[in-house]
């Protein structure tokens, strides 16, 4: 059967996934990593911030499509209908994806998971990414700062080239920091090193994180001793990414206790931070290598709970 670029197979409900056959429009360096960007226009609208994407690679390097977090959509403009992925090279695969012409045609199967909740108060959100993990949370910040949210952001990596678009960062967000461990751009550290003094400068309320699992429990494992709800968008391997295969599963603690297996692709890729049983997990945080406060409006006085932010989860 010939394909046709922005050919669609099915047409289920507004919430359910799609097959798009998407045409290339850009393939290009993003810093150290790589940007690409295809034509969807019925996954485009139906893409919110967290959720990712599956693409096909060429057969031969694998029969498994490619999980990938969705970096920005447009849905306006000459650019209308398009998705952006962010990613690194990591095998033949992805390899694969860089040698893609404009004009090829990408088999792409989306949106999956859950997206971020948006808070349901109007509060100041922290953002806090690591390396090309970082790339959904320009797309959150767009979605926050068009209801009206202050967003501020962490953006680290471990070095200044692996600092994802630092210029996009700055328009994004009110303020921005920025964190290496070598120290090549800004402070010298971790994210988390920075968490809490930007939090209190920012009078952050809630928190949201992307980036490495050992980045994210830290940041959870910060989030809980400051009492700063936070949701993050986990990196785990999503051999399917429509929850048959169980290879993503994550202990996540109920809200009466129970710790039970949940899948990233399915049930997530974003959760509670607070709610993940990080010491059943694997992942561990190895040793480590002036902003101005603005007013903020803010209904709620204290702490809000996660009910009061996003309601039942």
């Known amino acids: 059967m010939s394909r046709r670029a922005g050919q669609v197979e099915g047409r289920p409900d507004a919430d359910a996934p799609v097959r798009v056959i998407g045409e290339v429009l850009a393939r290009r360096r993003e810093g150290a990593y790589w940007l690409l960007s295809f034509s969807a226009p019925e996954l485009a609208d139906r893409a919110r911030p967290g959720q990712f994407v599956e693409i096909a690679v060429e057969q031969k390097y694998s029969l498994l499509r490619r999980p990938f977090s969705i970096a920005r959509v447009s849905r306006q403009g000459p650019a209308a209908g398009t998705v952006d992925v962010v990613f690194d090279v990591g095998g033949p695969g992805t390899e694969w994806l860089t040698q893609l012409a404009l004009h090829d045609l990408v088999d792409v199967v989306g949106p999956l998971g859950t997206p ?30 068009r209801e009206g949210l202050r967003v501020d952001m962490i953006i680290g990596a471990a070095t200044r080239e692996r600092i994802l678009n630092p210029i996009e960062a700055k328009r994004a967000s009110a303020t921005v920091t920025f964190t290496t461990e070598d120290g090549s751009h800004g402070v010298q550290g971790r994210v988390t090193d920075v968490l809490a003094q930007t939090a209190e400068t920012c009078r952050s309320a809630v928190v949201y994180a992307c980036g490495p699992m050992p980045m994210l429990r830290a940041v959870s494992e910060a989030c809980a001793e400051l009492e700063l709800p936070v949701q993050v968008a986990v990196e785990e391997h999503m051999a399917c990414g429509v929850g048959v295969c169980f290879t993503c599963v994550l202990p996540v603690r109920g809200k009466d206790g129970e710790v039970r297996m949940r899948r990233a692709c399915l049930d997530g890729p974003v959760f509670n931070g607070a709610r993940i049983a990080w010491d059943e997990t694997r992942f561990e945080l190895g040793p480590p290598p002036d902003v101005e406060e603005d007013e903020v409006e803010d209904e709620a006085s204290g702490r809000l709970t996660d009910d009061e932010l996003w309601g039942e989860q």
């Open 116 to 145: 971020f909740p948006l808070p349901k108060r109007r509060v100041p959100c922290l953002l806090i990414g690591g390396g090309y993990g970082a790339a959904p949370l320009f797309y959150l910040a767009e979605e926050l700062t």
